[in-house]
């Protein structure tokens, strides 16, 4: 064999060695990548791009909360711009609005930001829009918060502390030869069981509601005492003749308000009203403990059985 062949095959051998490393080195650098993507969901910056590397909190300039401007949260994945506008468009006119959705997909993120042509029509929308159905669920509206780095540094820096507790779980589980214990995180933003975060004292327990009877007419209900700003009527799941799954109504939800005093207040003004032609209790929400509760009276007991199973 010549000395031009020998050549030209050492020539070939390396570019494939070039190929292969490079084919290993690729999955790494995704690895690497994909931490900084995770920050960036979990700042939830308007306008942002999920696949970009977060900049430092001292490099983001800060931005003043717009009073025009309202946040709208806890929406499906499927949300249309032109329907959300049409529900927003209730309380004045909405002059721009922005669904966030994930990039090169029409999925909604859960979330959008919507501007209305005044201050007035923006309180309006957090008044009478904030907790009411659209397209069957519960929906959020609040107040523009503007951009805080300090918000964000604060976000980033938790976001990494839990990926570090994360990474040594990993190791420990490897180390000892099983499989690494998989975290439970809450719901995120547009799941079905997603709830806001809030205050303790909050939420309060509405029972013996009559099936049949939509979400909305209970936040409008509960909202006599104070601003509703979340809420659900709990269903469970129910097999039906031909195997499929459909979802009824227990006879009671969980209404969060914006503050306690409003919370408080429902107690006290709205237990033993009439909704709907059935009089409802009202109680502070003790989360799961609620049915073991060594304070309700068996009568309550009996009752709340009674209306769960109905």
């Not at 909190?57 to 717009?66: G, M, R, T």
């Not at 994945?77 to 529900?87: C, G, T």
């Not at 966030?100 to 859960?110: A, I, L, T």
Request: proline share 6%; charged share 20%.
């Amino acid at each position: 064999m010549s000395i031009q062949c020998l050549s030209l095959l050492l020539l070939i051998s390396a570019a494939n060695a070039d190929v292969i490393g490079s084919s290993v080195c690729f999955p790494a650098s995704i690895a690497v990548k994909e931490p900084h993507a995770a920050l960036c969901r979990s700042m939830h910056l308007r306008g942002g791009d999920d696949e970009a590397v977060p900049a430092a909190a001292s490099q983001i300039v800060a931005v003043p909360p717009n009073p025009k401007k309202v946040y709208v949260g806890n929406l499906p994945i499927s949300v249309q711009d032109d329907a959300l506008k049409e529900f927003l468009s209730k309380v004045g006119e909405v002059t721009s609005l922005s669904v966030k959705r994930f990039p090169n997909s029409d999925r909604c993120k859960g979330f959008a930001m919507a501007e209305y042509a005044t201050e007035e029509q923006a309180k309006a929308a957090i008044e009478q829009l904030a907790g009411s159905s659209f397209m069957k669920r519960s929906v959020l509206v609040r107040a523009d918060s503007g951009i805080d780095p300090a918000k964000i540094a604060a976000s980033q820096a938790k976001r990494a502390a839990a990926l570090a507790r994360k990474a040594e779980a990993a190791a420990r589980a490897a180390t000892n030869g099983g499989a690494p214990v998989r975290q439970r995180r809450p719901p995120s933003m547009g799941h079905p069981q997603f709830w806001p975060k809030c205050p303790p004292g909050c939420r309060v327990y509405v029972g013996n509601i009559k099936f049949g009877t939509p979400w909305q007419d209970v936040r409008d209900h509960m909202a006599k005492a104070g601003h509703v700003e979340f809420g659900k009527i709990i269903k469970a799941p129910m097999t039906n003749m031909d195997g499929s799954i459909s979802y009824v109504s227990r006879g009671f939800a969980i209404v969060q308000y914006r503050t306690p005093q409003d919370a408080e207040a429902a107690v006290t003004s709205l237990d033993q009203s009439i909704l709907n032609g059935r009089s409802i209790y009202v109680r502070p929400d003790q989360g799961r403990r609620r049915k073991t509760d060594s304070n309700m009276g068996e009568e309550e007991l009996a009752n709340l059985q009674v209306s769960e199973n109905q």
